[in-house]
């Protein structure tokens, strides 16, 4: 696909986007036979792992055979690569074929190495430059990467944008006063960080007398990392903040930078459904939810050779639709990440996630949109206290804003808070993944 493409083209590759429903589960399967026997083939963990199971590649006649296929969990990969240092055995080409490698920041344990062949890596590029382009990026746009370099995932997604033609400033985690100055001084119209870093980085400005709306150039925001950038309430703000529009990414270390993506229409994330399959399945019982119902994802590589990995458990806890999109594309959609399976709290028998919280906040116009849920257990009762920063400019009383904010919260989640409502900027302001969780349980035992 030539980058010198014209900006007003309205799809990347247009023929493969709008494809029927038909021809999307047609080409998935033509893939995911080939990909279980180049694992069974070439990858000693799989081969091993499938006999255990007592499939084979062959036995996969449908989509739906993938259910006869064992899962992988993520401990394997962290056993299988102290076992066969660096990469593992779930390898499925030979070392000297692998050209980059990144690690997960996992917060538990060894991180584990995510390995690409120089096609996986190619391929990789070309998805996220057609997913940019999904976005509204285009050749004329000045894009400005803030996100780690260093050994994350995430990083090499900035030759995506190059890809598809954008100037691209490769700017990293940089101190906010110096990326302030950088998107200044390049007059940068797309940038890339994590959603609580931009609403910081907006504030900062808005702080040091700089006002993102009139003074800098960014319009289009590309967030991930954490589920606020698929929740409208944060989306919101941060769009007021900057006056950008602001589109949520998914991704994941152990297979792509992002995975997934919303297009203009701002209405799910496109699912990079030719590179990875992916199911949705209840967590207890490992069968699929219906469409639209939250479970968990599990994925399948299509295409990735240096490690395949099938049905690969994230403990993402998500939904998705095939529904056809306002964009034309027709592509699955996730409709939202709604936290991690290891985020999720059960307060008093009834299950919450942080992001659930967070809609409530950041819907509130008495508050600033800062918040911290804290967990504590008194004589075996757990106890979920939400703090929210007041807004500068509410007129009303912490008082009533703390009822209001606690009536809410049960009408939205069925669970009763005591609420604090706290002064602005008393809560740390996150430069990388916001902690919203404190929780106290561990103690109390
Ligand atoms: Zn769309």
Redesign the pocket.
């Known amino acids: 696909m030539s980058h010198h493409a014209a900006d007003d083209r309205r799809y990347w590759d247009a023929a493969l986007e709008t494809q029927s429903r038909a021809d999307w589960d047609a080409l998935k399967l033509a893939l995911l036979q080939d990909h279980l026997r180049l694992a069974y083939a070439q990858s000693p963990f799989y081969r091993q792992h499938f006999d255990a199971a007592g499939v084979r590649p062959e036995q996969l006649r449908t989509l739906d055979d993938l259910r006869r296929f064992p899962f992988t969990h993520k401990h394997i990969l962290r056993e299988r690569q102290l076992a066969v240092p660096p990469f593992g055995d779930l390898l499925a080409a030979p070392e000297r074929d692998i050209v980059y490698v990144s690690a997960s920041s996992g917060s538990t344990g060894v991180p584990t190495a995510s390995p690409f062949t120089a096609r996986d890596f190619d391929d990789w590029m070309d998805y996220e430059a057609r997913q940019f382009w999904?976005s509204g990026l285009r050749p004329h746009d000045r894009y400005c990467h803030a996100l780690n370099f260093s050994l994350f995932v995430g990083g090499p997604c900035v030759l995506g944008a190059q890809k598809l033609g954008a100037l691209s400033i490769h700017a990293g985690t940089l101190p906010s006063e110096r990326l302030l100055a950088v998107l200044r001084q390049f007059q940068a119209t797309a940038m890339w960080t994590t959603p609580s870093y931009a609403w910081h980085l907006g504030e900062t400005a808005l702080k040091a007398g700089l006002d993102p709306r009139s003074e800098l150039a960014v319009r289009r925001i590309f967030v991930a990392g954490e589920p606020g950038g698929s929740i409208p309430e944060t989306r919101q703000r941060i769009e007021a903040l900057w006056g950008a529009k602001v589109y949520d990414y998914y991704g994941l270390s152990d297979i792509f930078g992002s995975c997934a993506g919303m297009?203009e229409?701002q209405?799910g994330l496109?699912w990079a459904e030719d590179h990875i399959l992916a199911e949705v399945l209840d967590p207890e019982t490992g069968l699929p939810v219906a469409d639209g119902e939250r479970g968990e994802l599990v994925l399948t590589t299509l295409k990735k050779t240096a490690r395949p990995l099938i049905r690969f458990r994230t403990g993402d806890i998500v939904s998705f639709t095939t529904e056809p999109?306002?964009?034309g594309?027709t592509s699955q959609?996730m409709l939202g990440t709604h936290g991690r399976l290891d985020d999720m709290l059960i307060i008093k028998g009834v299950n919450i996630f942080p992001s659930d919280v967070e809609a409530v906040v950041r819907a509130l116009v008495g508050f600033n949109g800062e918040y911290r849920l804290v967990v504590e257990r008194e004589q075996h009762l757990d106890r979920l206290r939400v703090e929210a920063e007041r807004a500068d400019a509410s007129p009303h009383a912490d008082g009533e804003l703390a009822a209001q904010l606690a009536r809410q919260l049960k009408a939205v989640t069925g669970v009763s808070a005591e609420v604090a409502v706290l002064a602005p900027d008393t809560l740390p302001r996150a430069t990388h993944k916001a902690k919203r969780v404190e929780d106290r349980r561990q103690q109390v035992w």
């Open positions: 999904s297009c229409e209405d496109h999109c306002r964009c594309r959609r």
